[in-house]
């Protein structure tokens, strides 16, 4: 894969995160390859070129310029094949059209907003603890939601920002926006399928996702591993199209709806499909076209 418009940002300390993707593979991984020079004060230094290698199955995992690839060949099916190039071509206009066409699409919608759904997030919350605290965004995309989460974010928290995406194209935004237009700290990016994250159990304080699980090959798969990386009693917040339930909707409204969820029969929130267990399930209209689900994993026993 072409990586060259991307900075490393994952470092070796941060391979203690993750694991491999493999079904029912619990091993962690190993790194070999090429450093770069320290990006903080501890001395971390970013993986470059190589490979994470699986303790357990022995899998080989590549790392392009700082990226590590969760992604297998031929693994991508259903949907996803589908959606996956899509995503690639348009990732340079996606979020133009988010921002500037869908509140047109929309229209009349006074009650819209990105902040609806962060505030389901409760990052209000969170607290400064002896290590950072880490935010997952699944399905990160150009990356329009991280100036959201920092303005929203106390400012005596230290945070870690990691993003994963299947699209590559939507990785480069992101890297590219982050580098050059975005006032956040440095980005852990991954490509990797949210069927199967890369990650070990209970490893962040806030997991969400925006606009892509509608479309997801199986839905109910990606939510369980949502709440199998999330923390304990973490917020795990998810949004995407379904046309709100308790407002009317003119044919202008319907047409524009259904154009675009035309990959999905039946656009919904998977409020049935999460995990069992789950507790504070919750599923509120964010505006005309969205929902917000937020639920909290099973407590671990």
């Not at 590590?68 to 206009?93: C, H, K, M, N, Q």
């Not at 509608?214 to 109910?220: A, M």
């Not at 003119?250 to 998977?270: C, E, G, I």
């Not at 504070?280 to 969205?290: A, L």
Request: charged share 25%.
């Amino acid at each position: 894969m072409n990586t060259s418009w991307m900075r490393p940002n994952v470092t070796i300390a941060d391979v203690r995160v993750l694991k491999c993707p493999k079904p029912n593979c619990p091993g962690g991984l190993i790194f070999a390859g090429t450093l770069g020079s320290p990006i903080d004060d501890r001395g971390d230094r970013p993986l470059v070129w190589g490979t994470l290698e699986c303790q357990e199955c022995k899998h080989v995992w590549r790392v392009h310029l700082g990226c590590p690839d969760f992604v297998e060949s031929g693994s991508v099916t259903g949907s996803d094949w589908l959606l996956r190039p899509i995503y690639d071509f348009i990732a340079p206009v996606h979020d133009i059209g988010v921002d500037c066409v869908l509140p047109l699409l929309q229209y009349p919608d006074p009650t819209g907003s990105r902040d609806r759904y962060v505030e389901e997030m409760k990052l209000e919350d969170l607290k400064p603890e002896a290590g950072p605290i880490r935010i997952l965004e699944v399905g990160i995309g150009a990356g329009a939601n991280l100036p959201l989460l920092q303005r929203h974010l106390p400012l005596d928290v230290d945070v870690e920002f990691w993003g994963i995406d299947l699209s590559l194209g939507m990785l480069l935004q992101c890297a590219w926006r982050t580098e050059w237009w975005y006032s956040v700290p440095r980005v852990r990016l991954l490509l990797g399928d949210a069927h199967s994250l890369p990650f070990q159990d209970h490893q962040f304080d806030r997991v969400f996702h925006v606009g892509g699980i509608n479309g997801y090959r199986d839905p109910k798969t990606a939510l369980s591993e949502m709440a199998r990386v999330a923390k304990q009693r973490t917020p795990i917040v998810v949004v995407d199209e379904e046309l709100d339930p308790n407002r009317p909707h003119d044919l202008r409204h319907k047409l524009a709806f259904h154009s675009l969820t035309w990959f999905d029969p039946n656009p919904r929130a998977p409020r049935d499909l999460v995990p069992p267990g789950s507790v504070d399930v919750k599923v509120t209209p964010v505006s005309r076209f969205y929902y917000c689900l937020s639920f909290h994993g099973r407590a671990r026993q």
